[in-house]
């Protein structure tokens, strides 16, 4: 992420950035206003050497300005141009610039010559440089015939170029006949001089088309050489050629094409010369010849290269030092080299200069008896020579003026009076150029004026400097001061600059340096004033930056970029790509501060920039944008080293697109096997274009490979040429050998066949062998096609076998096979497990022993042993079914096992059986058992039903499974008051047989909870609860029905009304109180006056478990109703561990943990439903009885 600062823009501001803001007010200051008498001042004309196109008019330049309006003449060649007589010739009007008009008539060679302009007026003359006129030439090169030029390979050769002299001098490039720029290198190239030099010829070289083109840029003209042919012969060419011809000692010796030292083809000699001009551009030129192609290197003695000035080009043959100065001048040392040697040049720099400027003269402004001083002061070398005119005419010839003084380069004013006003002139001269300017001496008597606009007004960013303009002329020159506000005294240089030209400068502008800023000019005849107003305003910044990016091609890309800024400005927003504008693409979209660009292309990999700009500032911030993808395909794959069992191959990476490549993965296809199936052969890192692969006999491999890159893996490559391998024997074996018997009379041996990639050859077959384990016997074997089984017949039942299967094909046998052990058939067991005991330990868990059954026996492998169990009948007489029979098994050689999830007081009947992996044997003999008493599930409802004032009637059904004898029933209830506090609790026992009961006397209107459960002598089981209201006084409703005109008077309305604001604040207290911790006041009472059954008991006392407001004991909440019958569905509470059985999975350890499996049914039991909610009104519920 970049943030990038752009320089500020300054309201009501000529010069923009304040340096140049400065210059242009400096300048200013030295004008004289134009409605003042002033010298004439050369404003523009045209440059000292003009060169022109021969084919357009020539226009001489020459602009000026003074009080009054200037005249102008012209010399030509040092005598007066009289531009009247010549018809071609004309004044531009108020001007003194020539056109001179040679389109139709007239030849430019004519006015060849030097000319020179003069602006004159009553105050004195201001003259130009020297402008020399010269046509620009581009001539044709002379006729020539070039003959072929024939040489050896690997020498050297020049072929000239040599253009026409042009004015001025031509571009200079080598072509073909179809205008393409012939290839150049460190062998070939091009020198300063435009000629074309072989470091040693190749074949490749030859070619009847080599052109010198030479450019002339002035007249936008191209002239060519005729072409050059070159024909580069080997050795061996020229030999045959001439073999008719000479003897064989007059042979060409194949030393022509030797190898050699380097030689310099230019410069000749050692040492050399060179002069260049301060300021201009030092080429220096080493080109050398020699076999190795020499390269160049350059260095300057006693000195270093420039670093910041120094730049090769043509392969380091040419060294460019630009802007040169004295300090340049030295020897530089150019050094050719090759493998054979090397050779050196010096070149002896001097550096020239023309005159420059030290100080030169600027216009001087004095009032009447005023002195002052006219500076001309230059370099060069050699040094210059100063020389002064006055009014164009050499200071000795001019009338002597009694006020001036001449020292060298300095003219003294002293007591100046009007008739001082003059131009001077000021030429430094010396053998390579002149420098020529004038400065006028404008004696004026002037009170003060403010040239700046007045009431400007400045808008500045905060910490940025501002430039108050002030500026100011006068004669003689006024004095400046500024002032800040109204009544503020005179502003002080430790916190402002002062400029000569009268700018205020606030280096750090701050909010306080808001404000009105007055400046006053003062000199002896008056003086003036103005105001400037500066507002100072907040900076723009980026706030959210553009952040980088990493998308997919095809995907989505969104920048932001927030900006905050100025209220009182207006700031846009601007986006580029690249710092260009965005395409003209609906894929991009800019909504407010956001850039989106849809369906992303590699195109769209840029940096993007945010640009925020007000009238004042510019503020911009950039985040580049990298699409990445999937990376390209491979391609060009190649196989070398073509070994029986390796290969190499090779490939060139396809385009990576921006996500670097990680992995290759090699794939191969099985064209004799397995045509157009790809497995995977091998992985390599991202860096590897080759690799080894090891290969099997007898496959037609071809090979691909996919680039895989952090995005994904590419498209596979295409597919390398095939390469097949020659046939072997097996190298492997089949897997995955068993012998397992399918009949007690027989023996299935399989495996797993090798697949057609491990065959190694043609013909594959198996040799299958086996023998029993534990007999003398000898192997028994066969051969088989390839299939992936064979079946013994005539074993034994269960004797474990010796088996082995070895892979065979025309070319021999794998290596000996593995052995592995298998067994012939099995069959049913033929024992029972006896002794078997019975041991219960609860109600519902009962622990089963017995004896195992001889190993010998079984006849199979041992799986386990099962036990089947079912109970015979209930022991109540309510209840008499049978149940279906449940199955455990228990892995292994077990002896006991657990039988879980057992009812209580019941009669169950078991056997058990050994398992093989044949089945069942025989049953044992059945064992008798029967449970003890539990306790009881939940009633099955409890209804209440009949309210009256002061009587509820409860009706119920005893529980589903009593688990026993029920032997009594407890129901306890408890009344609920309007606040839904608990009243006392009372407790009544009910006997077994009842299935109803009247409860007498109790409150009328008033809400009862009850709580209901039956008993067996093993204790309580779970309880049912529910909830009724008895009904209300007919005669308290008929009061109430009498009071309701009541409602109808204003004062009760009033008081209502008083009521519900009262309840409405008590409300907000509460709820306040509730969230800042507090308890709700019920909630408190509520656990003031908990249900006595719901409190913690000790396990032996038989009551219930801890009160939780998430379970029904809690009245009703607020808009349920009970059911019609006021039926409660009791809790299944049932929860024996045979629901979670699985079939025959589940088991029990020898301890009663459970690891044996059992199936069978269970019987499910009617669901409760008794939810709870808020008790309604008394009124909502008589009328839910009605």
Same mark, same amino acid.
């Given at each position: 992420?970049?943030?990038?600062?752009?320089?500020?823009?300054?309201?009501?501001?000529?010069?923009?950035?304040?340096?140049?803001?400065?210059?242009?007010?400096?300048?200013?200051?030295?004008?004289?206003?134009?409605?003042?008498?002033?010298?004439?001042?050369?404003?523009?004309?045209?440059?000292?050497?003009?060169?022109?196109?021969?084919?357009?008019?020539?226009?001489?330049?020459?602009?000026?300005?003074?009080?009054?309006?200037?005249?102008?003449?012209?010399?030509?060649?040092?005598?007066?141009?009289?531009?009247?007589?010549?018809?071609?010739?004309?004044?531009?009007?108020?001007?003194?610039?020539?056109?001179?008009?040679?389109?139709?008539?007239?030849?430019?060679?004519?006015?060849?010559?030097?000319?020179?302009?003069?602006?004159?007026?009553?105050?004195?003359?201001?003259?130009?440089?020297?402008?020399?006129?010269?046509?620009?030439?581009?001539?044709?090169?002379?006729?020539?015939?070039?003959?072929?030029?024939?040489?050896?390979?690997?020498?050297?050769?020049?072929?000239?170029?040599?253009?026409?002299?042009?004015?001025?001098?031509?571009?200079?490039?080598?072509?073909?006949?179809?205008?393409?720029?012939?290839?150049?290198?460190?062998?070939?190239?091009?020198?300063?001089?435009?000629?074309?030099?072989?470091?040693?010829?190749?074949?490749?070289?030859?070619?009847?088309?080599?052109?010198?083109?030479?450019?002339?840029?002035?007249?936008?003209?191209?002239?060519?050489?005729?072409?050059?042919?070159?024909?580069?012969?080997?050795?061996?060419?020229?030999?045959?050629?001439?073999?008719?011809?000479?003897?064989?000692?007059?042979?060409?010796?194949?030393?022509?094409?030797?190898?050699?030292?380097?030689?310099?083809?230019?410069?000749?000699?050692?040492?050399?010369?060179?002069?260049?001009?301060?300021?201009?551009?030092?080429?220096?030129?080493?080109?050398?010849?020699?076999?190795?192609?020499?390269?160049?290197?350059?260095?300057?003695?006693?000195?270093?290269?420039?670093?910041?000035?120094?730049?090769?080009?043509?392969?380091?043959?040419?060294?460019?030092?630009?802007?040169?100065?004295?300090?340049?001048?030295?020897?530089?040392?150019?050094?050719?080299?090759?493998?054979?040697?090397?050779?050196?040049?010096?070149?002896?720099?001097?550096?020239?200069?023309?005159?420059?400027?030290?100080?030169?003269?600027?216009?001087?402004?004095?009032?009447?008896?005023?002195?002052?001083?006219?500076?001309?002061?230059?370099?060069?070398?050699?040094?210059?020579?100063?020389?002064?005119?006055?009014?164009?005419?050499?200071?000795?010839?001019?009338?002597?003026?009694?006020?001036?003084?001449?020292?060298?380069?300095?003219?003294?004013?002293?007591?100046?009076?009007?008739?001082?006003?003059?131009?001077?002139?000021?030429?430094?001269?010396?053998?390579?150029?002149?420098?020529?300017?004038?400065?006028?001496?404008?004696?004026?008597?002037?009170?003060?004026?403010?040239?700046?606009?007045?009431?400007?007004?400045?808008?500045?960013?905060?910490?940025?400097?501002?430039?108050?303009?002030?500026?100011?002329?006068?004669?003689?020159?006024?004095?400046?001061?500024?002032?800040?506000?109204?009544?503020?005294?005179?502003?002080?240089?430790?916190?402002?600059?002062?400029?000569?030209?009268?700018?205020?400068?606030?280096?750090?502008?701050?909010?306080?340096?808001?404000?009105?800023?007055?400046?006053?000019?003062?000199?002896?005849?008056?003086?003036?004033?103005?105001?400037?107003?500066?507002?100072?305003?907040?900076?723009?910044?980026?706030?959210?930056?553009?952040?980088?990016?990493?998308?997919?091609?095809?995907?989505?890309?969104?920048?932001?970029?927030?900006?905050?800024?100025?209220?009182?400005?207006?700031?846009?927003?601007?986006?580029?790509?690249?710092?260009?504008?965005?395409?003209?693409?609906?894929?991009?979209?800019?909504?407010?501060?956001?850039?989106?660009?849809?369906?992303?292309?590699?195109?769209?990999?840029?940096?993007?920039?945010?640009?925020?700009?007000?009238?004042?500032?510019?503020?911009?911030?950039?985040?580049?944008?990298?699409?990445?993808?999937?990376?390209?395909?491979?391609?060009?794959?190649?196989?070398?080293?073509?070994?029986?069992?390796?290969?190499?191959?090779?490939?060139?990476?396809?385009?990576?697109?921006?996500?670097?490549?990680?992995?290759?993965?090699?794939?191969?296809?099985?064209?004799?096997?397995?045509?157009?199936?790809?497995?995977?052969?091998?992985?390599?890192?991202?860096?590897?274009?080759?690799?080894?692969?090891?290969?099997?006999?007898?496959?037609?491999?071809?090979?691909?490979?996919?680039?895989?890159?952090?995005?994904?893996?590419?498209?596979?490559?295409?597919?390398?040429?095939?390469?097949?391998?020659?046939?072997?024997?097996?190298?492997?074996?089949?897997?995955?050998?068993?012998?397992?018997?399918?009949?007690?009379?027989?023996?299935?041996?399989?495996?797993?066949?090798?697949?057609?990639?491990?065959?190694?050859?043609?013909?594959?077959?198996?040799?299958?062998?086996?023998?029993?384990?534990?007999?003398?016997?000898?192997?028994?074997?066969?051969?088989?096609?390839?299939?992936?089984?064979?079946?013994?017949?005539?074993?034994?039942?269960?004797?474990?076998?010796?088996?082995?299967?070895?892979?065979?094909?025309?070319?021999?046998?794998?290596?000996?096979?593995?052995?592995?052990?298998?067994?012939?058939?099995?069959?049913?067991?033929?024992?029972?497990?006896?002794?078997?005991?019975?041991?219960? *330990? @609860?109600? =519902? /868990?009962?622990?089963?022993?017995? &004896?195992?059954? +001889?190993?010998?026996?079984?006849? %199979?492998? !041992?799986?386990?042993?099962?036990?089947?169990?079912?109970?015979?009948?209930?022991?109540?007489?309510?209840?008499?079914?049978?149940?279906?029979?449940?199955?455990?098994?228990?892995?292994?050689?077990?002896?006991?096992?657990?039988?879980?999830?057992?009812?209580?007081?019941?009669?169950?009947?078991?056997?058990?059986?050994?398992?093989?992996?044949?089945?069942?044997?025989?049953?044992?003999?059945?064992?008798?058992?029967?449970?003890?008493?539990?306790?009881?599930?939940?009633?099955?409802?409890?209804?209440? *039903? @009949?309210? =009256? /004032?002061?009587?509820?009637?409860? &009706?119920?059904? +005893?529980?589903?499974?009593?688990? %026993?004898? !029920?032997?009594?029933?407890?129901?306890?209830?408890?009344?609920?008051?309007?606040?839904?506090?608990?009243?006392?609790?009372?407790?009544?026992?009910?006997?077994?047989?009842?299935?109803?009961?009247?409860?007498?006397?109790?409150?009328?209107?008033?809400?009862?909870?009850?709580?209901?459960?039956?008993?067996?002598?093993?204790?309580?089981?779970?309880?049912?609860?529910?909830?009724?209201?008895?009904?209300?006084?007919?005669?308290?409703?008929?009061?109430?029905?009498?009071?309701?005109?009541?409602?109808?008077?204003?004062?009760?309305?009033?008081?209502?009304?008083?009521?519900?604001?009262?309840?409405?604040?008590?409300?907000?207290?509460?709820?306040?109180?509730?969230?800042?911790?507090?308890?709700?006041?019920?909630?408190?009472?509520?656990?003031?006056?908990?249900?006595?059954?719901?409190?913690?008991?000790?396990?032996?006392?038989?009551?219930?478990?801890?009160?939780?407001?998430?379970?029904?004991?809690?009245?009703?909440?607020?808009?349920?109703?009970?059911?019609?019958?006021?039926?409660?569905?009791?809790?299944?509470?049932?929860?024996?561990?045979?629901?979670?059985?699985?079939?025959?999975?589940?088991?029990?350890?020898?301890?009663?943990?459970?690891?044996?499996?059992?199936?069978?049914?269970?019987?499910?039991?009617?669901?409760?439903?008794?939810?709870?909610?808020?008790?309604?009104?008394?009124?909502?519920?008589?009328?839910?009885?009605?």
């Amino acid at each position: 992420m970049q943030l990038k600062i752009m320089p500020p823009k300054k309201s009501l501001s000529v010069c923009r950035a304040p340096l140049i803001l400065f210059l242009c007010q400096v300048m200013s200051a030295l004008e004289v206003p134009l409605d003042l008498v002033q010298p004439p001042t050369i404003t523009r004309q045209s440059p000292k050497d003009y060169i022109i196109d021969p084919r357009e008019n020539i226009e001489i330049q020459c602009e000026a300005k003074g009080k009054p309006p200037p005249s102008f003449s012209w010399t030509r060649n040092g005598t007066h141009f009289d531009i009247d007589k010549d018809p071609l010739v004309k004044m531009l009007p108020n001007s003194g610039t020539l056109v001179i008009s040679i389109t139709i008539e007239g030849k430019a060679e004519t006015y060849e010559g030097v000319y020179q302009c003069t602006a004159r007026n009553e105050r004195g003359a201001a003259i130009s440089n020297n402008i020399v006129i010269r046509p620009s030439r581009s001539p044709l090169w002379t006729k020539e015939k070039l003959e072929q030029i024939t040489i050896l390979k690997g020498q050297s050769l020049v072929l000239p170029c040599r253009p026409p002299l042009g004015l001025p001098p031509p571009i200079i490039f080598w072509m073909d006949n179809s205008f393409q720029r012939l290839p150049q290198s460190e062998r070939v190239s091009q020198g300063l001089n435009g000629d074309l030099y072989f470091s040693n010829v190749l074949p490749e070289d030859t070619r009847e088309d080599y052109i010198c083109y030479a450019r002339f840029n002035h007249t936008q003209t191209i002239q060519q050489k005729q072409p050059i042919s070159v024909k580069v012969h080997s050795m061996d060419e020229l030999n045959d050629t001439i073999t008719a011809n000479l003897s064989d000692s007059e042979f060409y010796s194949a030393n022509s094409y030797i190898e050699r030292p380097p030689k310099l083809l230019t410069p000749e000699g050692r040492t050399s010369h060179k002069e260049e001009l301060r300021e201009n551009v030092l080429s220096l030129e080493c080109i050398a010849e020699g076999l190795p192609t020499p390269s160049i290197n350059w260095t300057k003695e006693d000195g270093e290269l420039p670093i910041n000035r120094t730049f090769y080009k043509n392969f380091k043959k040419t060294l460019n030092i630009i802007h040169v100065s004295e300090a340049d001048s030295g020897k530089y040392k150019c050094t050719a080299r090759n493998s054979l040697g090397f050779v050196e040049h010096t070149i002896s720099v001097t550096v020239k200069a023309a005159p420059y400027w030290i100080t030169a003269p600027r216009n001087l402004v004095l009032s009447p008896g005023e002195d002052g001083t006219l500076i001309c002061r230059a370099n060069g070398n050699p040094k210059p020579s100063i020389s002064w005119l006055t009014n164009g005419v050499p200071i000795e010839m001019a009338p002597d003026d009694p006020s001036r003084k001449i020292d060298g380069d300095t003219i003294l004013f002293s007591d100046v009076q009007e008739s001082s006003s003059a131009v001077y002139q000021c030429n430094a001269s010396n053998e390579y150029g002149y420098l020529l300017a004038n400065a006028f001496v404008n004696v004026l008597a002037e009170p003060p004026r403010i040239l700046t606009e007045a009431n400007l007004h400045y808008q500045v960013i905060t910490d940025r400097p501002a430039l108050l303009d002030c500026a100011f002329f006068g004669s003689p020159i006024p004095t400046i001061e500024w002032f800040k506000g109204t009544k503020g005294s005179v502003l002080q240089e430790n916190t402002y600059v002062f400029h000569d030209n009268g700018t205020l400068e606030i280096p750090v502008a701050q909010k306080d340096s808001a404000g009105t800023y007055t400046c006053v000019v003062r000199n002896k005849l008056g003086m003036a004033k103005n105001d400037v107003h500066l507002e100072i305003k907040d900076p723009t910044r980026i706030i959210k930056q553009p952040e980088y990016k990493v998308v997919q091609r095809g995907g989505k890309a969104s920048f932001e970029c927030k900006v905050k800024h100025d209220p009182t400005l207006i700031a846009t927003l601007t986006w580029l790509k690249d710092n260009g504008e965005l395409p003209n693409d609906g894929r991009f979209s800019v909504d407010n501060d956001h850039l989106v660009i849809m369906n992303i292309s590699d195109e769209d990999d840029a940096t993007y920039t945010c640009i925020a700009n007000t009238s004042l500032d510019i503020v911009s911030a950039s985040a580049m944008l990298r699409v990445v993808d999937r990376p390209n395909p491979p391609f060009d794959l190649e196989l070398t080293s073509l070994l029986e069992r390796s290969v190499q191959l090779s490939w060139i990476p396809g385009e990576e697109n921006n996500s670097p490549i990680t992995d290759f993965i090699i794939e191969y296809e099985d064209a004799l096997h397995e045509p157009g199936i790809w497995h995977h052969q091998t992985d390599v890192p991202g860096t590897q274009t080759t690799a080894e692969l090891k290969l099997s006999p007898y496959i037609k491999y071809a090979f691909r490979v996919i680039a895989v890159n952090s995005i994904g893996r590419s498209l596979p490559s295409e597919a390398s040429e095939y390469y097949m391998t020659k046939a072997a024997e097996p190298e492997e074996n089949p897997t995955a050998v068993e012998g397992i018997g399918s009949e007690p009379d027989n023996l299935v041996i399989t495996w797993q066949p090798l697949k057609g990639f491990d065959a190694n050859g043609p013909g594959l077959q198996y040799k299958v062998s086996w023998r029993q384990k534990d007999g003398d016997d000898e192997w028994t074997s066969v051969v088989v096609a390839n299939v992936s089984k064979y079946i013994v017949s005539g074993t034994p039942t269960f004797v474990p076998y010796l088996v082995k299967v070895q892979a065979l094909n025309d070319f021999g046998f794998a290596p000996e096979p593995m052995i592995i052990i298998g067994h012939s058939g099995e069959d049913l067991p033929m024992m029972a497990p006896s002794n078997v005991r019975v041991n219960v *330990v @609860n109600s =519902t /868990l009962a622990e089963v022993h017995w &004896e195992p059954v +001889p190993l010998k026996s079984i006849r %199979g492998h !041992l799986k386990g042993y099962r036990i089947y169990y079912w109970k015979v009948k209930n022991s109540s007489k309510r209840h008499r079914r049978h149940v279906e029979k449940k199955i455990l098994t228990f892995n292994g050689n077990k002896t006991h096992g657990m039988l879980p999830g057992l009812e209580p007081f019941s009669h169950y009947t078991l056997n058990v059986r050994v398992v093989n992996g044949k089945g069942e044997g025989p049953a044992s003999v059945d064992q008798v058992f029967s449970t003890p008493e539990g306790v009881p599930s939940a009633p099955l409802f409890l209804k209440i *039903v @009949n309210p =009256t /004032l002061d009587s509820l009637t409860l &009706e119920w059904d +005893p529980p589903s499974h009593p688990n %026993g004898i !029920l032997t009594a029933y407890t129901l306890k209830f408890q009344p609920i008051n309007s606040t839904h506090e608990l009243g006392p609790l009372v407790d009544l026992k009910i006997a077994a047989n009842m299935t109803s009961l009247v409860l007498r006397n109790l409150s009328y209107s008033t809400r009862y909870k009850f709580y209901f459960y039956a008993q067996t002598s093993a204790g309580s089981g779970s309880q049912i609860t529910e909830e009724a209201v008895t009904t209300v006084d007919e005669g308290k409703m008929a009061m109430a029905s009498r009071q309701v005109d009541i409602a109808t008077q204003g004062w009760f309305i009033g008081l209502m009304c008083a009521v519900a604001l009262l309840i409405l604040v008590l409300l907000i207290v509460c709820f306040i109180r509730r969230n800042k911790g507090g308890k709700y006041p019920v909630k408190e009472k509520e656990d003031a006056h908990a249900d006595p059954e719901i409190q913690p008991m000790k396990e032996d006392d038989g009551t219930f478990g801890e009160y939780s407001d998430a379970e029904d004991h809690k009245p009703l909440k607020k808009g349920s109703r009970t059911p019609s019958d006021r039926t409660v569905k009791k809790e299944d509470s049932d929860d024996s561990l045979v629901d979670y059985g699985e079939g025959v999975n589940g088991q029990f350890n020898e301890d009663g943990s459970f690891i044996g499996q059992y199936s069978g049914k269970k019987e499910k039991e009617p669901a409760e439903g008794n939810e709870s909610s808020e008790a309604p009104s008394p009124v909502n519920a008589m009328n839910s009885f009605v």
